[in-house]
């Protein structure tokens, strides 16, 4: 992710290495990269699934997407997302979720059309690395075909904090 | 995105300030309390870390590294010290360190599973492939989940990889891997993809191709199954797959490689029967030049949404016949005119550059002025003002532009000018960029704005005048209103 441009992308988060190589470890199914013919790195997906069952919390999580700017208007976005979502399925998953930015306006009408809606807002989610203030999150949900009543997104009606999220 | 902080959230309130002082990069501070927090706590294993964490930042090596051991003698076994030592240990560059830390704190919790979690991780980081094997093992005992007997077999052909004794490997690191997994797969506990590729991979390495292409052909295999069985020996690759996926490059790479090493081996298909378990193969020119303008004439026939793959194909292909001086290559059509196709239909996005600059070579080098005068002809520019520069009318018209200024680029012309043309051409290019500005007045701080690379353009060729002549060139004067991070 270094040598390519979508880490330079100021909204993208860079991560150290070692929480890559978890991701890989763990989840190497939902970890996927789009190349193009050229080989240049056009963008990439890193997902995970976790939650109860029993609770029928179970389900995919985006942690990070990102399109290189020279890849951009291509749908690249929307096929990584079709394609974890598949995945979480597959896994019997009742609803995929992520955390994005409340000023990435870009970003979160983005998922809007992808058919994610906001479940809740998370009170300083982001942590300023100078000083400046945290930032919120949005987290937005969008069912599966397991979750028949579509119970997992019916938004809250609080904001949390970091600290009361599963 | 996930939130970012590699340290996870402490429950010990008081060490959370020193924490937030280490990640925003100011360790004086982070010492100080840290000194604090012992003087009243002088046991709070996890502040000495965290001081000493802030000491190896500001250069101090050695002390930082004292204090860190005095906390690692005693093997720590709370998630706040453990986590502490193996960032420090990292940054020092020394992870045979958090092997003995883990090993330790296994030694004393056995029980752990994120102990033995991490035990892996650490061997994993000096490649230390036989603990590794037996941490995956034990994590399996703990909990039985797949991804640690897997990690287990991994190691396993790990050791296969790295052995010096080539026997070795053959006679008892992948056989005992393969077995395995076979123990797997008959209770039926396979479960991800991944796995079933880990198999493949060690039945390619026993040579055991048959076995192989069974694997992959039968109930384990999944969407994997083609890529994986063309690869090996037999090199068929059947056309039904190539339609179902849409615009995978890999696709059509494999189809190219697996066609000529067909014809090279004068493969023929079978009198009767299938050509392959999965369908039809294709191991003649004549098929692959009916099958490219096949998938063309799909995408032809599209309203909307095209996609750029067969077109670049069709490329791909031309290049490979002309490199075994195939005369067929020119039934495909003249590159110069298939590429000044393509950038009619995708000119307006940023990939076409990447894509185009693949194909260059393509062209003669007596077709390249031709061929970017025949692209600026189709971009549609509005009249030249008074410092006659014509300048796009909207974003699309711009990015078109710079594609064929990108590609010019690429082809050497603009080096091939002299001071005065550079000269010429910076100014040009600094006022397409700030024209282009206009265009991005919504645009929020965080994008690109859609001349930027104009200005980019305009830096190289400043530098390269500079590499040519030694002058600067007023370089340094800075461009005005520009936001360009």
Known sequence: VFSSHSNLDPLTETYGIPFYLQYLAHWPEYFIVAEAPGGELMGYIMGKAEGSVAREEWHGHVTALSVAPEFRRLGLAAKLMEMLEEISERKGGFFVDLFVRVSNQVAVNMYKQLGYSVYRTVIEYYSANNGEPDEDAYDMRKALSRDTEKKSIIPLPHPVRPEDIE | ?485
């Open chain 2, 1 to 485: 995105m996930a939130a970012r902080g590699h340290v996870q959230d402490p429950n010990d309130r008081r060490l959370r300030p020193i924490y937030d002082y280490l990640d925003n990069g100011n360790n004086k501070m982070a010492i100080q309390q840290a000194d604090k927090l012992l003087k009243k706590h002088k046991d709070l294993h996890c502040a000495k870390v965290l001081k000493a964490i802030g000491l190896q930042r500001t250069g101090k090596q050695d002390e930082a590294f004292t204090l860190a051991q005095e906390v690692a003698v005693l093997e720590p076994t709370d998630d706040n010290s453990l986590q502490a030592l193996t960032i420090l240990y990292r940054e020092m560059h020394r992870p045979e360190l958090v092997t003995k830390l883990y090993e330790a704190a296994v030694r004393k919790v056995p029980t752990s599973e994120e102990y033995h979690s991490h035990l892996f991780m650490a061997y994993a980081r000096v490649g230390e492939y036989k603990k590794m094997q037996q941490a995956g093992m034990a994590l399996y005992k703990i909990v039985p989940k797949n991804p640690y007997y897997f990690w287990s077999v991994m190691s396993l052909v790990m050791q296969s990889i790295s052995a010096q004794d080539e026997k070795l490997s053959q006679t008892m690191f992948l056989p005992l891997a393969e077995r395995m997994v076979e123990k797997m797969v008959k209770e039926e506990k396979i479960e991800a993809e991944a796995e079933v590729q880990l198999y493949f991979m060690i039945l390619e390495r026993l040579g055991k191709y048959v076995e192989a292409l069974e694997v992959v052909q039968g109930p384990l295999g999944g969407e994997e199954k083609t890529l994986c069985s063309s690869k090996e020996n037999s090199g068929l690759f059947p056309l039904p797959e190539m339609r179902s996926i849409p615009d995978d490059w890999q696709f059509y790479l494999l189809y190219f490689d697996s066609l000529f090493h067909l014809i090279d081996q004068s493969w023929t298909p079978p009198q009767e029967g299938a050509h392959s378990a999965e369908g039809e193969v294709h191991a003649s020119t004549a098929q692959a030049l009916s099958f490219m303008e096949d998938r063309i004439a799909t995408e032809e026939a599209k309203e909307s949404k095209h996609l750029r793959g067969p077109y670049l194909a069709r490329l791909e292909l031309i290049r490979r016949l002309r490199e075994r001086s195939c005369p067929e290559a020119q039934q495909l059509g003249e590159p110069l005119e298939l590429m000044f196709q393509f950038f009619v239909k995708f000119g307006d996005k940023p990939c076409c550059i990447t894509d185009l600059k693949i194909f260059l070579d393509l062209l003669t080098p007596d077709q390249h002025v031709q061929f970017i005068n025949r692209l600026m002809e189709a971009v549609p520019l509005c009249a030249p003002g008074e410092d006659g520069v014509a300048l796009p009318g909207d974003t699309r018209a711009l990015q078109r532009h710079l594609c064929v200024t990108q590609l010019s680029r690429s082809l050497g012309q603009q080096h091939a000018l002299n001071t005065e043309g550079k000269l010429g051409l910076i100014k040009e290019l600094k006022a397409h960029y700030q024209h282009g500005l206009q265009f991005g007045k919504s645009c929020l701080k965080t994008e690109l704005q859609f001349s930027d690379m104009y200005c980019l353009m305009a830096a190289h060729v400043y530098v390269d005048l500079w590499l040519e002549t030694g002058d600067v060139w007023g370089f340094w004067t800075p461009n005005t209103s520009s936001t360009t991070p």
